[in-house]
């Protein structure tokens, strides 16, 4: 191999290097619950949920494309989250409040068990789900594999935009 061959494969796999470690870098996330809160101040959008009133912050990755990701769901008093489902599998972790949260095609009380914060739960593809809260309201962080979705089981119950 010539030299200046030689020297072109050389910063080629310099530059890789250097890309490799832009990339390992952004998986690199340390937020304690004062960077979550300003991030929830700063960004908090409805997310795929499309309810009023839920703010939706990605703490981690991006839930419309491929890869992992992770999401701080903050959700007011008193809210019913219609039954529905998600394209990819999900887990789920109770950080604040209280959550009730159920499986089935409706919003059922009789299907709802309460979590509250700790309380570790699934949203597996597919599985149709609903949650509410009482007057304390809850916040949770869901991880999935994106792309995600919320895909309603009745299409009444959507969100309006």
């Given at each position: ?6 020297a ?7 530059l ?6 832009a990339i390992?870098?952004e998986?690199l996330?340390?937020?304690s619950?004062t960077?979550?809160?300003a991030l929830?101040e ?5 997310g795929t ?8 912050t ?8 491929a890869?992992?990701y992770?999401i ?6 008193n ?6 489902s998600h ?11 209280v959550?009730r949260f ?5 919003a059922d ?6 979590l509250?914060p700790?309380s570790f739960?699934?949203?597996p593809a597919?599985?149709d789900h ?8 809850a916040?949770?962080y869901i991880s999935g ?6 895909d309603y ?5 959507a969100?309006k935009?």
């Amino acid at each position: 191999m010539s030299r200046r061959r030689l020297a072109s494969v050389g910063a080629a796999i310099v530059l890789i290097g250097f890309a490799g470690a832009a990339i390992a870098q952004e998986r690199l996330v340390r937020l304690s619950p004062t960077d979550v809160a300003a991030l929830v101040e700063g960004g908090a959008t409805a997310g795929t949920s499309g309810v009023s009133g839920i703010r939706t912050t990605v703490l981690y990755g991006d839930p419309t494309k491929a890869g992992p990701y992770t999401i701080a769901l903050r959700v007011p008093p008193n809210m019913r989250i219609a039954a529905h489902s998600h394209r990819d599998d999900r887990t789920a972790i109770v950080v604040a409040g209280v959550w009730r949260f159920g499986y089935g095609r409706q919003a059922d009380a009789a299907l709802v068990k309460v979590l509250p914060p700790g309380s570790f739960y699934s949203e597996p593809a597919g599985v149709d789900h609903f949650a509410m809260t009482g007057p304390e309201g809850a916040s949770v962080y869901i991880s999935g594999y994106g792309p995600t979705s919320t895909d309603y089981v009745e299409a009444a119950n959507a969100p309006k935009p």
